[in-house]
């Protein structure tokens, strides 16, 4: 049951994201958030190899990994921005 909470949850979030860095590399920005549930389900069947774990406390590694994926873009964001920034 936590698995399968767990794997909404991200499916949910990285289709959030999923859709808007389509929308952006698409270059339509009419269609942002228009199929959002659509990559949510193509997350969560990317993800649904993680049912098959037998034990919960192998999922913090797969939690992890998200926690250490979303860090690593928020200080390339950071990064992006302050560049921007300081070379106008």
């Known amino acids: 049951m936590a698995s399968a909470s767990f794997l909404m949850a991200q499916g949910m979030y990285l289709g959030g994201q999923a859709d808007l860095l389509v929308c952006d590399v698409m270059e339509r920005p009419a269609e942002c958030g228009k199929n959002r549930k659509f990559y949510s389900f ?32 928020l200080i390339s964001i950071f990064i992006f921005e302050f560049g921007a920034i300081y070379n106008r």
């Open 42 to 73: 193509v997350m969560v069947a990317l993800l649904s190899p993680i049912l098959l774990l037998p034990d919960f406390k192998k999922l913090s590694v797969f939690s992890s990994f998200f926690v250490g994926c979303c860090v690593m873009a």
